[in-house]
């Protein structure tokens, strides 16, 4: 289990996020959601260890009871932006992460070449970043995030510029893979029917300053999440949105 404990972010005198506390369990999805600005991302930078310079943060964390020192190798973090180095080929790219954590190049091709087609990416392997769609280059970085061994991904709306087709489709990839092989997902969305099927637990945050006001689990098991299933819950969740939202 990930456990964050009171994470307090300031910018100078700003309190930008009020002591936050969350956990993440293996084989779960936690979705974030909350308006533009409320400390969703910065809540991720912080465990990843890449907080924006000019914030400070107090708070603790911890994984499998041990006290969680960032950059640490069991997490993988997705940010926001795709963050793919331009002169890096795509699959370079993707492979990155993998060699960081000391797999030899021609291992970490290995395991990530024969990805490429679930992704939709066949054929641009060795093609650069500047060469894709900003959905392709997405898909990219997604997939240099999940091939990590990492036992929690941080993942910041890591669909966001996806097609609709795309998206339902790596969002089943993901759940797939998390059933093969159970890994704890903190995932930053804005879309309500994302997270309504995707999530175990939905945390709620409002702004100015960033707090969680709200705690959803959803128990209907993922197969039965119809849209009449999930209806009343997606209607809670955009009147708390909507009253949340300055
Ligand atoms: N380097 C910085 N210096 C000062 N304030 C910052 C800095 N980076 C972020 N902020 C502020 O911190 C707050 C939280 O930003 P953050 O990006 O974490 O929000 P968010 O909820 O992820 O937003 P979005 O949904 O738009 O991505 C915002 O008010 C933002 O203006």
């Not at 795309?166 to 997270?195: C, M, N, S």
Request: proline residues 8%; neutral net charge.
């Amino acid at each position: 289990m990930l456990r964050l404990e009171d994470l307090t972010i300031r910018a100078a005198d700003r309190l930008l996020v009020e002591p936050t506390s969350l956990t993440l369990v293996p084989g779960q999805v936690t979705c974030l959601i909350g308006p533009s600005g409320c400390g969703k991302s910065s809540v991720l930078k912080w465990l990843a260890g890449v907080l924006a310079p000019g914030l400070t943060a107090e708070g603790r964390a911890e994984v499998e009871r041990t006290p969680l020192v960032p950059p640490s190798p069991a997490l993988a973090y997705q940010p926001q932006q795709d963050t793919l180095f331009p002169w890096l080929t795509v699959a370079e790219n993707a492979a990155l992460g993998l060699e960081l954590s000391g797999l030899s190049r021609r291992a970490a091709q290995a395991r990530v070449r024969p990805l490429f087609d679930r992704f939709g990416l066949a054929g641009c392997e060795d093609r650069f970043p500047r060469e894709l769609s900003g959905g392709m280059r997405q898909r990219a970085a997604f997939l240099r995030t999940i091939v990590l061994d990492a036992p929690y991904l941080l993942l910041d709306e890591p669909f966001s510029a996806l097609d609709a087709v795309t998206r339902l489709r790596l969002q089943d990839w993901l759940l797939a893979r998390l059933a093969e092989r159970p890994r704890g997902v903190l995932l930053v969305t804005h879309d309500l029917y994302e997270a309504t099927q995707m999530a175990n637990r939905i945390l709620v945050m409002a702004a100015c300053p960033g707090r969680i006001v709200a705690d959803i689990s959803l128990t209907t098991p993922r197969p039965a999440r119809s849209e009449a299933a999930l209806a009343g819950v997606r209607a809670d969740l955009r009147s708390l949105l909507m009253e949340e939202t300055p």
